[in-house]
């Protein structure tokens, strides 16, 4: 007997027209709202499969992002969900053929979060039943995926932080000088200025309600009226005029960036342009680090830097990481297959393949192998998502105690604290240390209680409320929840030292080959991406800081107002 598929329910929102649409499909099949849902998806995801994915098709309200998600709790939705019980396979392929605009993801920050499933229902609705509301009225409502994604492009450029443009006028001004030139000859630098540029445009974009606004400026002056399919098909096509198009926009005048910004405030988004950048670097980063992973077998340990966050890597002699073409069903050939799934290789994603890592070649025999007892040092990598194993890789390969010369030193203090109780359990500090590093801690807690209790003062908080603030001193958790409701900003600066110890050795890897226990690798194993993680996202955190002590804020555009309810509220708090 043939196994019944899967069934699925969840919810996508949609706007009242599309919800008046639907009806009207409805009653022209005669059959249930599920019944006809499912039809409906079943047919698009069917059609998009069929296309080239530049060539498949989003509604307009994707890459708008309308209706807007409310910005405060309080405030009135836009839009209704809509139930969906279909097959959990039609759910997987919709959203796979589905506009998913760079930096968005399917589990994200509002702002960031994909909404791939409701512009398959969307377009699907669309191709049968075009509707229109006061927003979307006069706009075209299907755009090929590549058209979609330059208009983004165009609100990216139309709203861009003093980060983003160092960047890509630094790229601009690449590209013109080396016109004709082939990207294998040119120079490193400038290599990696088009790849991370590539990256930012492509991949890690910021979002933001303002952003969303922006597109929607440019989308009324391109995509209605008569020039509406002409610019569509110059969006999607991206020759010369869409270029002139693209750096008109980038280099616009005040009055031009006033006219783009229209309806959105003066608030400046540099802290996430910054981001942005980091975010960029970081990937490319990452990128070079699998090719020098899967790069030619090294005779002695070989260094590569790591920016950001700026640390250095060590790999050990003979170890390899190769490139593989998955099989018809998508896994790794054998047996690098088994080797993944026994814990004794580690696979992750690179340009296109996956690789496998930790290998060396087999002695008097063509081939690799596992690197012997590698179980111990990759046991702390399961239940990891694939692209977060070259991460894992980076933490076990990190020297924690390299010495940098004066002008390479980084921001960030990279070292690998360790918990002193655990330290002090696999007999790496002696009690002692154990109870002077616990009391350094505790000192460094009370010192942070008082500095809030200071700032708070200065701050004209009531005299009762900081007596009783003083009181509930040395209570961690009671102290953050007062001096949270107290002044939220000035208590989001309390911290909670932990009692840590500074690892004195090398990499992971290192203590490894030398023979250490498998028990103190493992946990030094997981202690070192646990922590280089916390590094990483300080190093993020830093470059958002970065970007407002660096580029100033972007004066006011003349007439900037905030948004109707109807458009986008584009107030943000403070970060």
């Not at 909404?115 to 090929?144: C, Q």
């Not at 077998?297 to 700026?310: A, I, K, L, R």
């Not at 040092?377 to 105690?401: C, F, R």
């Not at 498998?518 to 030094?524: A, F, M, P, R």
Request: hydrophobic fraction near 40%.
């Amino acid at each position: 007997m043939a196994a019944h598929p899967k069934t699925t329910e969840t919810n996508v929102r949609l706007p009242p027209c599309a919800f008046d649409a639907l009806s009207a499909v409805v009653a022209r099949d005669g059959t249930s709202r599920d019944t006809t849902v499912r039809r409906l998806l079943a047919e698009h995801v069917e059609r998009q499969e069929q296309r080239d994915p530049d060539d498949r098709l989003t509604h307009i309200s994707t890459v708008l992002r309308y209706p807007p998600p409310p910005r405060w709790r309080k405030d009135p939705r836009q839009d209704r969900p809509l139930r969906l019980r279909v097959d959990a396979d039609l759910l997987d392929r919709a959203r796979a053929v589905s506009l998913v605009l760079p930096g968005q993801y399917q589990r994200a920050f509002r702002d960031y979060q994909s909404r791939a499933l409701t512009d398959a229902v969307m377009t699907a609705i669309a191709v049968a039943e075009p509707f229109t509301d006061g927003f979307l009225n006069g706009l075209l409502p299907l755009l090929h995926h590549r058209a979609a994604r330059n208009l983004w492009r165009l609100a990216t450029a139309g709203l861009c932080t003093g980060p983003e443009r160092a960047l890509l006028e630094a790229a601009v001004a690449a590209r013109d000088a080396t016109a004709g030139t082939p990207e294998t000859v040119l120079d490193p630098d400038t290599q990696h200025l088009l790849a991370v540029v590539t990256a930012l445009e492509k991949d890690v974009a910021w979002h933001s309600p303002a952003r969303f606004q922006v597109a929607a400026n440019i989308a009324r002056e391109l995509l209605t009226g008569p020039q509406a399919k002409a610019n569509e098909r110059l969006l999607h096509q991206e020759g010369e005029d869409w270029n002139d198009l693209y750096l008109d926009t980038l280099y616009a005048d005040g009055d031009r960036q006033a006219h783009l910004q229209r309806g959105t405030t003066s608030y400046d988004w540099s802290g996430r342009g910054g981001g942005a950048v980091w975010r960029a670097e970081r990937q490319v980063s990452l990128d070079n680090l699998g090719d020098w992973l899967t790069g030619p077998v090294q005779t002695d340990t070989g260094e590569y830097v790591v920016h950001p966050p700026g640390w250095v890597l060590t790999h050990p002699p003979a170890w390899h990481a190769l490139d593989l073409d998955p099989t018809h069903t998508g896994r790794l050939p054998q047996p690098y297959a088994t080797w993944t799934d026994q814990g004794r290789a580690l696979a992750f994603p690179h340009r296109g393949k996956q690789a496998v890592w930790p290998l060396q070649r087999q002695p008097n025999r063509p081939g690799f192998a596992p690197v012997p007892r590698a179980e111990a040092l990759l046991a702390p990598a399961t239940g990891l998502k694939p692209e977060q194993a070259l991460s894992y890789i980076e933490a076990l390969l990190v020297d924690w105690n390299h010495q940098f010369d004066t002008e390479d030193e980084p921001d960030l203090r990279l070292a690998l604290d360790v918990p002193v109780g655990k330290a002090y359990d696999f007999d790496l500090i002696s009690a002692e240390e154990r109870q002077r590093a616990m009391a350094e801690a505790r000192a460094a807690t009370l010192n942070s209680m008082d500095e809030i209790i200071d700032l708070l003062a200065d701050d004209g908080c009531d005299e009762k409320d900081l007596q009783y603030l003083r009181q509930v001193r040395g209570n961690d958790r009671r102290f953050a929840q007062v001096a949270t409701r107290l002044d939220s900003s000035i208590g989001a600066r309390f911290q909670v030292h932990k009692a840590t110890w500074r690892w004195p050795g090398l990499s992971v890897a290192d203590e490894f080959l030398a023979g250490t226990s498998t028990d103190l690798v493992q946990w030094l194993a997981t202690v070192a991406h646990t922590r280089s993680s916390l590094i990483t996202q300080q190093s993020m955190q830093q470059a958002w800081s970065y970007a407002f002590d660096r580029y100033a804020p972007e004066p006011a555009a003349p007439g900037a107002a905030v948004c109707d309810t109807h458009r986008y509220n584009t107030e943000e708090p403070s970060p």
